[in-house]
C-alpha cells in the first residue's frame, strides 16, 4: 500500500496561487459514513498512477479530518479555486468499474435516495473492493563493488537476480543458497532488499461448459416462439437497441427456449447475455440445462464463498463469459460487451433488495439496458402490474405475447374444491377430494406437488360453524386481527373494526377462532395419512444451503420422492415431466396479509404454480382447496384470466391511489425508547406535508402510523408513507429527509424505502 503522509500543517501547497487557476487531478470519493453525496480529493504526485475508479481509498473525513474508507468513482483533471483535502492513502481495487456502471451505481444512490457508498457496495462487494494482498521481499544489485572476494555461492546468487529486481524466495531456489548468503551481501552493500504489497493472483474459476450437443438443440421454434423471438431479436441491430419487452407467455408456453435462442443471438454477435432468476432453486436447475446449450457459464448469487464470487466477477470482467446466470445482484455483472439482459419470471417479489440500497433488480435492469443501449427481456406467465402498466403506457416498453403451450403440454384439469367440509374424515388441513387424487396419482406412478404457503404472523378470523371469514366492507380483503390492539386491520385501504364475538351472519352466531395452520402441521398429516409415500419438503427451513436445493431437486426429478412439499418456491419455474397433481392448500389465506399487494401474489402463485403440471403430455390434475367461498380473485386465477384480474385490480389500485397508478416512497423509524419513534414519526410527517407542496402539488404525505410488525429486535416502529403521481420527483421530496438536519429523525433505526414491496 502506498502512502503519502499529509499534516495538517503542510496543507498550503493546495491553495493556487492568487491570479493564477489552479489545475490538478481530483478524485470523486464515494465515502463510508452519513453522507448523501460525492467528496472530492486532491491526488497527490504519489498517488496518480494508483488512483482510478475502483481504488479503495483512505480520506480524512468532516470537520474533524476522521479517517475514512472510500471507493474512488471518477478522477478528472479540472481547475479548481480553492483548497481540496488530499487522498491519505489508496489500494489498487478493480480495473473494471466501467463509466456504465458508475453511472448505474449514481442512479440507484439517486432514486432509491441512499448513500453513493450503499449503491456501490453492491456493484463491488467487500471480496472484490479488498483484493487480498501478500507482502514480498524483493532483491536487487546495488551496484556496489564488494570489498572482499565473493564465495561461489555468493557468485551464484548474483548471477541468479541479473539486473532486475526479483523475489527473496525464487532466486534463492534457482541459485540453491540460504538466506545466510543473501544477508551476507546485503551487510556490504552489495543487494539491497525491498517490501511491495501485492494483490494475490486469482487462482482462475472453471466456468460451467458445454458438454456437447443436447435434444433442445434439435427443436423447431412454434408459431409464437418464433414470431417472439423474430421480434425481439430485431432490436439487436437497430441503432438504439434498448427497449424493455414484456414476454408474457402462459406456463408451459416455451419463453426458456426464447431466452436460449436470443442469447446465442447476442453471443453470435460477439456480446455476452446476462439472464437473473429469483431463486438459487431456480439457478440450479438453469445451470445444468444452459451450460449444455453454451460454452461459457458464469454463476452469480448470494451463497457463493467469498473467493469464489471474487474470482467470478473477475472472470466475467474479462470476457470469459458468454452468459451470466445469478439471482438480483447479478444485475450489475461486470460484462464488457453486454447485448442482452433477461429477467425471468420478472414479477417475484425477491427481486427486492431489502436492506439499503432498497433496490429493484427488475427496474435496475432497465435501467442498465437504457445506459448500456441494449434490450431488456422482462419474462413472465403473470406479469407484475407494474410492467403491465408500463406495457401499455410507456413507449419503450413493449408486450409481447406467448398465448399457447408447446406441443405435447396439456393444461391440467382446474377444480376448486372446499376445505370446510361435513363429510366423514374431514377436518384436517388436506380435503377428502385432494386425498382421493393423492392416492390415484400415487397408485399410478405419477408424482405430486403440494403447496402451502401459510405464513406464521399473517391469522385471520374465521367462523368455526360455518367458515366465513371475515372481509373488509370497503375492498374485500380479509381483514386481519392483531392480536396486541385486539383489533381488526385492513391494510390494503387502511380500514379497521372491532373483534366481534361472535360469527356475523345471524343464522349462524358461531365461534371465531383465529386459524393458521402452518406447512409443518401438513407435513404431519401427510405422515399419518400416506405412511408408505416418498415425500420432500422444500421451504427456507429445510433449504439453507443451495446444495440442498439441488439435491432436493435432483431428487425428485429422477424419481427419488413422490410428494413435493413446500412453500411458494415450489411454484416458480420449475419442470418437472412427471407431475400428475398439484395441489394447493388454503389458496385464499394469503388474501389476508396486510399487504396491498395481497390479491395480485395470491394470482401468480395460482397460475404459476397450476403452471407446474401438465408440462409434458398426458393428463393432470389441480386442485385448488379454499377456506371460503371464492372471491373473484381466484375465480381469475381458475381460468388463467390475467387481463381481466389485471383490470380489476388496476380499477382497485386507481382508487386507493396505490403503485403502479402511484408512486409511493416508506420512510421506517426504529427506536428502543417508548415513545420516540411515534414522536419522531409524527414530526417527520408534519415536516413532510409542509414541504410537499412546494416540490410537487400532487404529493401526498400520509399520517404517521405503526407497521404492521411493530416490534423489531426490541425497537418498537412506526412508519411515514409518501405518495405522488407518477411525473412527480419523489425523492426530491424524501431526501429532504438526508440533507435537511430539522427534518433527520433522531432515532436508532431510520430506513427510505423507494418502491416498496415488503408493508410490514
Known amino acids: 500500500m502506498n502512502q503519502a503522509s499529509t499534516p495538517r500543517g503542510r496543507q498550503l501547497w493546495l491553495v493556487p496561487a492568487e491570479g493564477r487557476a489552479g489545475s490538478h487531478l481530483v478524485a470523486e470519493v464515494a465515502v463510508k459514513g452519513p453522507t448523501a453525496r460525492l467528496h472530492s480529493y486532491a491526488v497527490p504526485e504519489a498517488l496518480k498512477d494508483i488512483v482510478r475508479p475502483g481504488a479503495s481509498l483512505v480520506v480524512p473525513f468532516g470537520r474533524g479530518q476522521t479517517r475514512a474508507t472510500g471507493l474512488c468513482v471518477r478522477v478528472t483533471e479540472r481547475p479548481w479555486d480553492h483548497s481540496l483535502r488530499p487522498v491519505w492513502s489508496a489500494q489498487p481495487g478493480v480495473p473494471w468499474l466501467t463509466g456504465s456502471l458508475i453511472e448505474l451505481g449514481l442512479w440507484v444512490s439517486e432514486y432509491y435516495v441512499c448513500p453513493p457508498w450503499k449503491a456501490f457496495s453492491v456493484i463491488l462487494p467487500t471480496a472484490v473492493r479488498k483484493p487480498r494482498v501478500r507482502t514480498i521481499r524483493y532483491v536487487r544489485v546495488t551496484g556496489v563493488h564488494p570489498t572482499r572476494p565473493l564465495t561461489p555461492?555468493?557468485?551464484?546468487?548474483?548471477?541468479?537476480?541479473?539486473?532486475?529486481?526479483?523475489?527473496?524466495?525464487?532466486?534463492?531456489?534457482?541459485?540453491r543458497v540460504s538466506r545466510s548468503t543473501l544477508e551476507a551481501l546485503c551487510k556490504m552493500g552489495v543487494l539491497e532488499c525491498q517490501r511491495q504489497v501485492e494483490a494475490v493472483p486469482e487462482s482462475g474459476i472453471d466456468l460451467h461448459r458445454r458438454s456437447g450437443s443436447c435434444p433442445e438443440d434439435a427443436f423447431d421454434l412454434t408459431t409464437h416462439q418464433r414470431q417472439a423471438y423474430e421480434r425481439i431479436a430485431a432490436a439487436l441491430d437497430c441503432p438504439d437497441p434498448f427497449r424493455a419487452f414484456l414476454l408474457w407467455g402462459v406456463p408451459g408456453s416455451g419463453k426458456t427456449e426464447v431466452y436460449v435462442r436470443l442469447m446465442r443471438a447476442v453471443i453470435s454477435r460477439g456480446r455476452?447475455?446476462?439472464?437473473?432468476?429469483?431463486?438459487?432453486?431456480?439457478?440450479?436447475?438453469?445451470?445444468?440445462?444452459?451450460?449444455?446449450?453454451?460454452?461459457?457459464?458464469?454463476?452469480?448469487?448470494?451463497?457463493?464463498?467469498?473467493?469464489?464470487?471474487?474470482?467470478?466477477?473477475?472472470?466475467?470482467?474479462?470476457?470469459?463469459?458468454?452468459?451470466?446466470i445469478g439471482t438480483r445482484t447479478a444485475v450489475f455483472a461486470p460484462c464488457p460487451r453486454l447485448g442482452l439482459i433477461i429477467?425471468?419470471?420478472?414479477?417475484?417479489?425477491?427481486?427486492?433488495?431489502?436492506?439499503?440500497?432498497?433496490?429493484?433488480?427488475?427496474?435496475?435492469?432497465?435501467?442498465?439496458?437504457?445506459?448500456?443501449?441494449?434490450?431488456?427481456?422482462?419474462?413472465?406467465?403473470?406479469?407484475?402490474?407494474?410492467?403491465?402498466y408500463n406495457a401499455q403506457h410507456r413507449r419503450h416498453y413493449e408486450l409481447v405475447r406467448m398465448p399457447e403451450r408447446v406441443p405435447g403440454a396439456v393444461p391440467p384439469a382446474v377444480h376448486l374444491v372446499s376445505a370446510t367440509d361435513d363429510r366423514p374424515g374431514c377436518g384436517g388441513l388436506i380435503s377428502p377430494q385432494l386425498r382421493e387424487r393423492i392416492e390415484q396419482t400415487l397408485a399410478g406412478g405419477g408424482q405430486a406437488i403440494l403447496l402451502h404457503n401459510r405464513r406464521g404472523y399473517a391469522t385471520y378470523l374465521r367462523c368455526r360453524r360455518c367458515?366465513?371469514?371475515?372481509?373488509?366492507?370497503?375492498?374485500?380483503?380479509?381483514?386481519?386481527?392483531?392480536?396486541?390492539?385486539?383489533?381488526?386491520?385492513?391494510?390494503?385501504?387502511?380500514?379497521?373494526?372491532?373483534?366481534?364475538?361472535?360469527?356475523?351472519?345471524?343464522?349462524?352466531?358461531g365461534p371465531l377462532d383465529r386459524t393458521g395452520l402452518a406447512i409443518q402441521r401438513l407435513e404431519q398429516e401427510l405422515r399419518e395419512t400416506f405412511p408408505q409415500a416418498r415425500w420432500l419438503r422444500l421451504d427456507r427451513d429445510t433449504m439453507r444451503r443451495r446444495e440442498d436445493y439441488q439435491a432436493a431437486l435432483d431428487g425428485f426429478e429422477s424419481g427419488q420422492a413422490d410428494i413435493l412439499l413446500g412453500t411458494q418456491m415450489v411454484a416458480k419455474g420449475l419442470d418437472f415431466p412427471g407431475v400428475r397433481l398439484v395441489g394447493v392448500i388454503d389458496a385464499d389465506a394469503g388474501l389476508s396479509l396486510p399487504d396491498l399487494r395481497a390479491a395480485e401474489r395470491v394470482f401468480q402463485l395460482l397460475v404459476q404454480v397450476v403452471g407446474r403440471a401438465g408440462r409434458r403430455s398426458g393428463g393432470s390434475v389441480a386442485l385448488i382447496q379454499t377456506a371460503g367461498p371464492p372471491t373473484l380473485v381466484?375465480?381469475?386465477?381458475?381460468?388463467?384470466?390475467?387481463?381481466?384480474f389485471a383490470s380489476e385490480e388496476l380499477k382497485f389500485r386507481r382508487q386507493f391511489f396505490c403503485p403502479p397508478i402511484a408512486r409511493m416512497a416508506r420512510l421506517v423509524l426504529a427506536d428502543p425508547r417508548p415513545g420516540r419513534a411515534r414522536q419522531e414519526a409524527e414530526r417527520l410527517a408534519e415536516g413532510l406535508r409542509a414541504r410537499a407542496g412546494r416540490v410537487h402539488a400532487g404529493l401526498r404525505v400520509d399520517p404517521a402510523e405503526p407497521c404492521v410488525v411493530r416490534q423489531v429486535r426490541g425497537m418498537l416502529r412506526y412508519q411515514v408513507m409518501v405518495r405522488g403521481p407518477r411525473g412527480a420527483s419523489l425523492q426530491d421530496l424524501v431526501s429532504q429527509t438526508l440533507h435537511d438536519r430539522t427534518l433527520l429523525p433522531r432515532v436508532r433505526r431510520f430506513t427510505i424505502d423507494v418502491d416498496p414491496v415488503d408493508l410490514l
Open 634 to 644: 381466484i375465480r381469475h386465477a381458475l381460468r388463467m384470466d390475467y387481463e381481466s
Open 467 to 509: 367458515g366465513l371469514m371475515l372481509d373488509c366492507q370497503r375492498c374485500g380483503t380479509h381483514l386481519v386481527y392483531h392480536q396486541a390492539e385486539q383489533v381488526l386491520k385492513c391494510h390494503r385501504c387502511g380500514g379497521r373494526a372491532d373483534r366481534p364475538a361472535r360469527c356475523l351472519d345471524d343464522t349462524c352466531g
Open 153 to 175: 555461492k555468493q557468485s551464484a546468487l548474483l548471477a541468479a537476480i541479473g539486473s532486475r529486481p526479483r523475489p527473496c524466495p525464487e532466486v534463492l531456489r534457482e541459485a
Open 272 to 324: 455476452q447475455a446476462i439472464l437473473l432468476v429469483p431463486e438459487i432453486a431456480l439457478t440450479t436447475q438453469l445451470v445444468e440445462r444452459l451450460s449444455r446449450r453454451f460454452d461459457r457459464v458464469a454463476v452469480l448469487h448470494g451463497q457463493l464463498p467469498t473467493r469464489l464470487r471474487a474470482e467470478t466477477l473477475a472472470a466475467v470482467a474479462e470476457g470469459r463469459a458468454e452468459v451470466v
Open 343 to 388: 429477467v425471468d419470471e420478472e414479477q417475484e417479489s425477491s427481486f427486492k433488495n431489502l436492506a439499503a440500497p432498497f433496490y429493484h433488480a427488475r427496474d435496475v435492469a432497465v435501467k442498465r439496458g437504457q445506459l448500456e443501449r441494449v434490450p431488456v427481456v422482462l419474462g413472465s406467465a403473470t406479469p407484475s402490474l407494474e410492467s403491465w
